[in-house]
């Protein structure tokens, strides 16, 4: 089946730095999305992408949707403490989305610490 | 509620024994997904359901893992003959239709351990 490759699996960092995750794949896809998961909660729909090479950005978040459709980056700038939390990519195929609505594939997380 | 729902939120079961998951999604969504979660793992797909009916269970790990969905509304999730391989938090997602947009909204989980 599909899968994601989602890097890196954990960062480290201070407060009000800059910080860089992404995902790529061996198949293509129709759209991106980035997730966070915050302790003992369900994910959250930070950022979705729609199509080719687009560039979208949500208040310190960065997204983009890689002009193969194999990938996505997301970017998030002067960190907080409150962005702590795990970030997944998702991606939702050509063939799944015709069957099976909104079923997604997701990476295996990005852990971010944020130290103040 | 306004959000998805789940029950219990947490379930400690002895292997062997069987286990039901719910599932409220947000009232008007037609669309209702389960995933499984396992430590430190990302979201596995396990069924999709537009209105009552599942077109896509083929996550489903096996035949102990079934789901069901009344009055277009509730889902619970049973597993029977729990083995401890099935501890994992389970997320239900609900979506407005079956369009394909990747917009989920996910209940917090019901974290299942066997013993």
């Known amino acids: 089946g599909q899968q994601l490759n989602q890097s890196p699996q954990s960062m480290f960092i201070q407060e009000g730095e800059d910080v860089s995750m992404n995902c790529t794949s061996s198949?293509?896809?129709?759209?991106w999305l980035w997730y966070k998961q915050d302790p003992g909660e369900g994910p959250v729909l930070l950022i979705a992408?729609?199509?080719?090479?687009e560039l979208t950005s949500n208040g310190r978040l960065t997204a983009q949707f890689g002009i193969t459709r194999k990938d996505s980056f997301l970017n998030i700038s002067a960190s907080i403490p409150s962005d702590v939390g795990i970030y997944f990519c998702?991606?939702?195929?050509?063939?799944?989305?015709?069957?099976?609505?909104?079923?997604?594939?997701f990476g295996e997380g990005t852990q971010l610490t944020v130290n103040p | 509620g306004a959000g998805v729902s789940q029950s219990p939120s947490n379930k400690v079961t002895e292997k062997g024994k069987d286990v039901e998951l719910r599932c409220d999604p947000i009232?008007?969504?037609?669309?209702l997904y389960w995933y499984r979660q396992s430590l430190g793992q990302g979201l596995e797909f396990l069924i999709y359901?537009?209105?009552?009916?599942?077109?896509?269970k083929s996550g489903l790990p096996s035949d102990r893992f079934s789901a069901e969905r009344t009055g277009g509304s509730v889902s619970t999730l049973t597993i029977q003959r729990t083995q401890q391989e099935d501890s994992a938090v389970y997320l239900c997602?609900?979506?407005?239709?079956?369009?394909?947009?990747?917009?989920?909204?996910f209940g917090e989980g019901s974290r299942l351990t066997v013993l």
């Open positions: 997602a609900s979506s407005p239709s079956g369009r394909g947009t990747g917009e989920l909204f």
């Open positions: 198949s293509i896809f129709n759209t």
């Open positions: 992408l729609y199509k080719a090479g």
């Open positions: 998702a991606g939702l195929g050509p063939s799944t989305q015709e069957t099976s609505g909104s079923r997604l594939t």
């Open positions: 009232s008007g969504h037609t669309a």
């Open positions: 359901f537009q209105g009552n009916s599942a077109p896509d």
